[in-house]
């Protein structure tokens, strides 16, 4: 079955420092991936998608991810944070190959806070 | 343009009771899905409906339906309304009913007591 999973629950880092956030993902084909940000009480945006290509995708805000096939990953990075970025973050994985639907699978989300 | 709207923004229901929320999808988009997010996870898919029909349901009982109007608008409804169906209720929308670029609206905070 399908599944994304997130490690880290909750991190914190201090403004200005760089960012990993890891998703590690189970799929029997070539996944569709991607990465939502949510603040409190919103809906949930878009960062970044990777489809296929370049392994390296960038996305909005400064943020990029690089997807691993070996390693089942799509890790998202940023090179410096900023006190705005504190939020939720899901990685998530298209299931396409076994459903008709556009159906996505989210991980549990990791809660990034910025240390001032 | 509009993002996808969906109303309304908070509701407080009793166990037992029935509930109906609304969603209108981006201009353009006739593809609508339904997710589910429990405090402290991420979003689990319920439905997708494109172009008025079904094309996909999660692991959701028969208590959970939904429907999609001419108009691409769309509503879930839920029945018999349990203290777990308390959660956010996203809606997505896409342009097709086979693209992930799916944009989501706020969410429905329902809580049920």
């Known amino acids: 079955a399908q599944s994304v999973t997130q490690p880290d629950i909750h991190i914190t880092v201090s403004e200005g420092a760089s960012l990993e956030l890891r998703c590690n993902y189970s799929?029997?084909?070539?996944?569709?991936l991607f990465w939502y940000v949510q603040s409190p009480g919103q809906g949930l945006q878009l960062l970044l998608k990777?489809?296929?290509?370049?392994?390296l995708v960038q996305g909005i805000k400064g943020f990029e991810a690089e997807f691993k096939r070996s390693q089942s990953s799509f890790n998202l990075r940023k090179p410096s944070v900023h006190w705005s970025d504190a939020a939720e973050y899901f990685c998530?994985?298209?299931?396409?190959?076994?459903?008709?639907?556009?159906?996505?699978?989210f991980g549990s989300g990791t809660r990034l806070s910025i240390r001032p | 343009d509009a993002g996808v709207t969906q109303s309304p923004t908070h509701l407080i229901k009793t166990r037992g009771q029935h509930v109906t929320l609304r969603c209108s999808p981006i201009?353009?988009?006739?593809?609508v899905s339904w997710y589910q997010q429990v405090l402290g996870q991420g979003p689990q898919f319920i439905f997708q409906?494109?172009?008025?029909?079904?094309?996909g349901r999660g692991n959701f009982p028969d208590r959970f339906s939904a429907r999609q109007f001419p108009n691409y608008s769309s509503e879930l409804n839920v029945n018999a309304l349990l203290l777990g169906d308390s959660a956010l209720y996203l809606c997505?929308?896409?342009?097709?009913?086979?693209?992930?670029?799916?944009?989501f609206g706020p969410g429905t905070r329902l809580t049920v007591t």
């Open positions: 997505a929308s896409s342009t097709t009913g086979v693209s992930y670029e799916q944009y």
């Open positions: 799929y029997g084909a070539t996944p569709y």
């Open positions: 990777y489809f296929s290509g370049d392994t």
């Open positions: 998530a994985v298209g299931a396409t190959r076994y459903s008709s639907a556009s159906k996505i699978i």
């Open positions: 201009s353009g988009h006739k593809s």
């Open positions: 409906y494109y172009e008025k029909e079904e094309r």
